[in-house]
């Protein structure tokens, strides 16, 4: 039975032993400001930021090109492995059209490539997931079955700290909707089918940290649960608090936002939530 290899982006920004332990590929998204292009995961949010503070400019981003998928499948199938391709949502990004357009150059009927509808935290725990079972030795139909099944109970949702990006950037589907006028709002958005959609607003940051933790089930049983963050650590600690006060015990990793997104929504805290079988 061939191995299977998981390949990801660089929006899930998984660490670095892990990618290690289970070989998962990582092909990274570009951040393009006029003087330079920054390759996402390998500057902190915080100089990005600074530079988008220092120039008045909010970069662009890019997803990898067909190219950048096909050396890493070419590889993988070379050695005589399958593979399956885990990535940002379709709904905020092309890269799942870049990674189909691949393997449809290299060889389909052994790359499965899958839409996370989702990114950061909620792409690392489905990617983690489908590495654990390949290395059970599991098959590339069940994985992909898996994945469909953790998917539809995986929640990703998000508290800008301000609105600025999101009012410059424009990627952000029916929360462009809370522009405007609420700019003393805090949004609380989620990925919806995919896309980014307001789920509430409310007046101040704590009402906004009580609001994401609202999304907590009342149980620990079989939840996987992470805090993400983008320069918004002190929010961050907040959130975890008020987590631990909710479900004691619960271990809580920490996630930060890939530049190519805190690009999008500037500073932010948020949490995915995975209910596990």
């Given at each position: 039975?061939?191995?299977?290899?998981?390949?990801?982006?660089?929006?899930?920004?998984?660490?670095?032993?892990?990618?290690?332990?289970?070989?998962?590929?990582?092909?990274?998204?570009?951040?393009?400001?006029?003087?330079?292009?920054?390759?996402d995961?390998?500057?902190?949010?915080?100089?990005?930021?600074?530079?988008?503070?220092?120039?008045?400019?909010i970069?662009?981003?890019?997803?990898?090109?067909p190219?950048?998928?096909?050396?890493?499948?070419?590889?993988?199938?070379?050695?005589?492995?399958?593979?399956?391709?885990?990535?940002?949502?379709?709904?905020?990004?092309?890269?799942?059209?870049?990674?189909?357009t691949?393997?449809?150059?290299?060889?389909?009927?052994?790359?499965?490539?899958?839409?996370?509808?989702?990114?950061?935290?909620?792409?690392?725990?489905?990617?983690?997931?489908?590495?654990?079972?390949?290395?059970?030795?599991?098959?590339?139909?069940e994985?992909?079955?898996?994945?469909?099944?953790?998917?539809?109970?995986?929640?990703?949702?998000?508290?800008?700290?301000?609105?600025?990006?999101?009012k410059?950037?424009?990627?952000?589907?029916?929360?462009?909707?809370?522009l405007?006028?609420?700019l003393?709002?805090?949004?609380?958005?989620?990925?919806?089918?995919?896309?980014?959609?307001?789920?509430?607003?409310?007046r101040?940051?704590?009402?906004?940290?009580?609001?994401?933790?609202?999304?907590?089930?009342?149980?620990?049983?079989?939840?996987?649960?992470?805090?993400?963050?983008?320069?918004?650590?002190?929010?961050?600690?907040?959130?975890?608090?008020?987590?631990?006060?909710?479900?004691?015990?619960?271990?809580?990793?920490?996630?930060?936002?890939?530049?190519?997104?805190?690009?999008?929504?500037?500073?932010?805290?948020?949490?995915?939530?995975?209910?596990?079988?």
């Amino acid at each position: 039975m061939p191995l299977i290899k998981i390949v990801t982006d660089s929006t899930a920004l998984i660490k670095e032993e892990i990618l290690n332990k289970y070989g998962i590929e990582v092909v990274p998204l570009y951040v393009n400001f006029k003087d330079e292009t920054i390759v996402d995961g390998t500057v902190e949010n915080a100089a990005i930021f600074e530079k988008i503070k220092k120039t008045q400019e909010i970069p662009s981003t890019s997803q990898p090109s067909p190219g950048d998928f096909v050396k890493v499948f070419e590889k993988i199938v070379q050695e005589g492995s399958e593979v399956i391709s885990i990535h940002i949502s379709s709904g905020i990004s092309g890269t799942v059209e870049s990674a189909n357009t691949a393997a449809k150059m290299v060889d389909e009927t052994r790359i499965s490539v899958f839409d996370s509808y989702s990114t950061s935290a909620g792409l690392a725990m489905l990617v983690i997931a489908a590495a654990e079972a390949a290395e059970e030795g599991k098959k590339r139909e069940e994985i992909i079955d898996m994945l469909e099944r953790l998917k539809s109970k995986l929640r990703v949702v998000f508290c800008p700290e301000t609105l600025e990006y999101l009012k410059k950037g424009g990627r952000i589907g029916g929360a462009q909707a809370l522009l405007g006028s609420l700019l003393q709002i805090k949004p609380v958005l989620y990925f919806c089918e995919g896309k980014i959609e307001p789920l509430d607003k409310v007046r101040t940051m704590k009402k906004a940290l009580e609001r994401l933790a609202n999304e907590l089930p009342g149980t620990a049983d079989g939840l996987q649960v992470a805090i993400i963050n983008a320069g918004a650590w002190e929010n961050c600690q907040k959130l975890l608090q008020i987590i631990k006060e909710r479900l004691p015990g619960i271990e809580v990793d920490f996630y930060e936002l890939s530049p190519v997104i805190a690009t999008h929504v500037g500073p932010v805290v948020g949490l995915a939530i995975l209910q596990h079988d």
